[in-house]
């Protein structure tokens, strides 16, 4: 069962490029985005692990995060990672 909390960051026309799954327990936590939404994507992890009435904590986003790393080019996630890369 996919969580009602869980959404794409974008709400494109387009099937989205990526995709990641997380199961907890009985929760299945679906996340899609399109190259170039990483930012809006951990945004949206962040505001979701905040939010009290959403099973879904910091540890997994990292989880998230970590599958989400292994689909981003690595010169890609280079850039976005530096300090002074283009999405800091």
């Keep these: 069962m996919s969580h009602p909390h869980a959404s794409s960051p974008t709400e494109?026309?387009?099937?989205p490029c990526f995709r990641v799954v997380l199961h907890r327990g009985t929760d299945r936590?679906?996340?899609?985005?399109?190259?170039?939404?990483e930012r809006a994507l951990v945004r949206e992890l962040a505001r979701?692990?905040?939010?009290?009435?959403?099973?879904?904590?910091?540890?997994?986003?990292l989880v998230v995060l970590r599958q989400v790393a292994q689909e981003i080019?690595?010169?890609?996630?280079?850039?976005?990672t530096r300090p002074d890369g283009p999405l800091m």
Excluded: I
């Design 12 to 15: 494109s026309a387009t099937a």
């Design 29 to 37: 936590w679906g996340f899609s985005w399109n190259p170039g939404d």
């Design 48 to 61: 979701l692990a905040k939010n009290p009435d959403v099973p879904l904590d910091h540890e997994d986003v």
């Design 73 to 80: 080019d690595p010169e890609d996630l280079a850039t976005m």
